[in-house]
């Protein structure tokens, strides 16, 4: 159908724009205007938030009042610091969420992490909501964007 031959430049862009969606990331700025601090409730923060892989956590504090530390749950839980060449301490500390699972960061100063300097996050694949993790049903991000193509493809011919 030659007169549909139009669509196929649409086509592209819209797939250009899911790929560039994959790709790219979000980038989220810990506690927002508050920043990486103590007296924050970072698990409300946190709570309406889906993080993806690709996605960027910035931790943006004064340095040296604070840093971060890459823990375990159990860590997490007890506020144990780890080593202090583990630390991140640049006062604007980017971390890029590279592979699906919890995370879990404190603060390493005295009295900060029990005072609620903690961040616990899941991260998810690609264009997975947990909605549809919980049902059982995972895409990657490249199966939905080679998805959108055939379905491109087929309205378009
Ligand atoms: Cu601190």
Same mark, same amino acid.
């Given at each position: 159908?030659?007169?549909?031959? =139009?669509?196929? +430049?649409?086509?592209?862009?819209?797939?250009?724009?899911? *790929?560039?969606?994959?790709?790219?990331?979000?980038?989220?700025?810990?506690?927002?205007?508050?920043?990486?601090?103590?007296?924050?409730?970072?698990?409300?923060?946190?709570?309406?938030?889906?993080? =993806?892989?690709?996605?960027?956590?910035? *931790?943006?504090?004064?340095?040296?009042? =604070?840093?971060?530390?890459?823990?375990?749950?159990?860590?997490?839980?007890?506020?144990?610091?780890? +080593?202090?060449?583990?630390?991140?301490?640049?006062?604007?500390?980017? !971390?890029?969420?590279?592979? +699906?699972?919890?995370?879990?960061?404190?603060?390493?100063?005295?009295? =900060?992490?029990?005072?609620?300097?903690?961040?616990?996050?899941?991260?998810?694949?690609?264009?997975?909501? +947990?909605?549809?993790?919980?049902?059982?049903?995972? *895409?990657?991000?490249?199966?939905?964007?080679?998805?959108?193509?055939?379905?491109?493809? !087929?309205?378009?011919?």
């Amino acid at each position: 159908m030659a007169s549909n031959y =139009h669509q196929v +430049p649409v086509a592209l862009a819209v797939a250009a724009v899911l *790929f560039a969606t994959i790709a790219m990331g979000a980038e989220y700025i810990v506690g927002d205007d508050e920043g990486w601090t103590i007296n924050f409730d970072y698990q409300a923060w946190a709570k309406d938030k889906v993080f =993806h892989v690709g996605d960027k956590l910035v *931790f943006k504090y004064t340095a040296p009042d =604070h840093n971060v530390f890459k823990v375990n749950g159990t860590a997490f839980k007890d506020c144990i610091a780890p +080593p202090s060449n583990e630390r991140l301490s640049s006062g604007n500390d980017e !971390i890029v969420l590279a592979t +699906p699972g919890n995370r879990w960061y404190i603060c390493g100063v005295s009295g =900060h992490c029990d005072a609620g300097q903690k961040l616990a996050i899941t991260v998810w694949d690609p264009q997975t909501p +947990p909605s549809s993790a919980v049902r059982g049903i995972s *895409f990657s991000g490249y199966q939905v964007f080679f998805a959108a193509i055939a379905f491109l493809v !087929i309205i378009t011919v």
